[in-house]
């Protein structure tokens, strides 16, 4: 990745759960002058406010050079998509902006001479054919949804660019994302954000995954670090460029109630499953995040008990 001094960097999605933090510590890192935010909504004040943004929406190609060019970009965070839920309701949607937003991402990168783009993946890749423990770096890939489907094909589009054009594409399979900054935007795990704020604002929450449901967590702290850890990698270190598996956190969703109870001991949950839980059961349960450990130095520093603390002591504040 270029240093501070060079770095031209582009963020689409910037509103999004990841983008937001995500800008928000690529400032800090290279000067808020050098990071362009930009979403199909309006931004927050508080991007707008640390540096240049732009509106733009991704599924547009001319807008998208344009904005381009205009910043002399030479690194891309392409973050905008349509996640698992919002996709199995809007599959078109899904496809449009997750497939056809990509694909402008890496022509104009191409075009345009741009030298790094990341493009997250996700355990929405795996489906019910992929093994659920340990579910290893090269595996099984048979998504049944239309938010997996779309990361599979941007994972092969990613190494198709790589190899056919030079391009530098890297990505990672993220996990369920835990935030306490920004609210949760559609996704199947979106139930371990917002059982924190019910568990606040009403101490009580109904979830709609089962209670025994196992499936693999981040805490956006180690997200950011893991992100910007992989794009700062040389690139002779990297084998598994587009798709690293990622692991930190694992445990059920009577596990994370259970883990608040222990500071709020009054937190009620009711469990009923909805059309998310089908989704949640064709993911993995523990993942294998080897070749990221060992390529790239990965390592998580939240567990679950130092998460759970963390998150209410941050919602506690904001929230009152």
């Known amino acids: 990745m270029p240093s501070s001094d060079e770095?031209?960097?582009?963020?689409?999605?910037?509103?999004?759960?990841?983008?937001t933090e995500l800008t928000t510590?690529?400032?800090?890192l290279h000067g808020g002058n050098r990071v362009i935010a930009t979403d199909v909504q309006p931004l927050p004040d508080h991007l707008t406010a640390g540096g240049p943004s732009e509106q733009l929406d991704v599924t547009n190609?001319?807008?998208?050079?344009a904005v381009v060019h205009k910043h002399r970009i030479n690194t891309i965070y392409h973050l905008a998509a349509i996640l698992s839920a919002t996709g199995e309701e809007k599959p078109r949607?899904?496809?449009?902006?997750?497939?056809?937003?990509?694909?402008?991402?890496?022509?104009?990168?191409?075009?345009?001479?741009?030298?790094?783009?990341?493009?997250?993946?996700?355990?929405?890749?795996?489906?019910?054919?992929?093994?659920?423990?340990?579910?290893?770096?090269?595996?099984?890939?048979?998504?049944?949804?239309m938010y997996g489907i779309s990361k599979v094909t941007g994972e092969m589009l990613g190494a198709y660019y790589?190899?056919?054009?030079?391009?530098?594409?890297?990505?990672?399979r993220y996990p369920g994302v835990i935030s306490?900054?920004?609210?949760?935007?559609?996704?199947?795990?979106?139930?371990?954000?917002e059982i924190f704020y019910e568990a606040i604002r009403r101490g009580r929450y109904t979830c709609f995954v089962r209670e025994d449901t196992v499936l693999p967590m981040i805490y956006m702290p180690d997200c950011?670090?893991?992100?910007?850890?992989?794009?700062?990698?040389?690139?002779?270190?990297?084998?598994?460029?587009?798709?690293?598996n990622l692991a930190a956190l694992t445990f059920s969703?009577?596990?994370?109630?259970?883990?608040i109870r222990k500071h709020l001991p009054d937190f009620e949950i009711e469990y009923k499953p909805d059309f998310r839980q089908q989704i949640a059961d064709s993911w993995p349960r523990t993942i294998d995040d080897s070749a990221a450990r060992k390529e790239w130095g990965w390592r998580p520093k939240f567990d679950l008990p130092t998460m759970v603390e963390d998150m209410l002591e941050k919602l506690t504040s904001r929230l009152g």
């Open 253 to 259: 969703a009577g596990e994370l109630a259970a883990e």
């Open 162 to 172: 790589r190899q056919r054009y030079g391009l530098d594409v890297r990505g990672i």
């Open 180 to 193: 306490s900054e920004t609210p949760p935007g559609g996704g199947t795990t979106d139930y371990a954000v």
């Open 25 to 28: 510590a690529l400032r800090t």
């Open 93 to 145: 949607l899904a496809w449009q902006v997750n497939i056809g937003g990509l694909s402008n991402v890496l022509e104009v990168a191409r075009e345009e001479g741009v030298g790094r783009i990341y493009h997250p993946s996700s355990i929405a890749v795996f489906g019910p054919q992929t093994p659920k423990d340990d579910t290893p770096q090269e595996t099984v890939l048979r998504p049944t949804t």
């Open 7 to 19: 770095a031209r960097i582009l963020i689409t999605g910037a509103r999004g759960q990841i983008g």
């Open 61 to 65: 190609r001319d807008a998208l050079a």
């Open 224 to 244: 950011i670090r893991a992100t910007l850890m992989l794009m700062e990698a040389g690139a002779s270190q990297l084998k598994h460029a587009a798709e690293y």
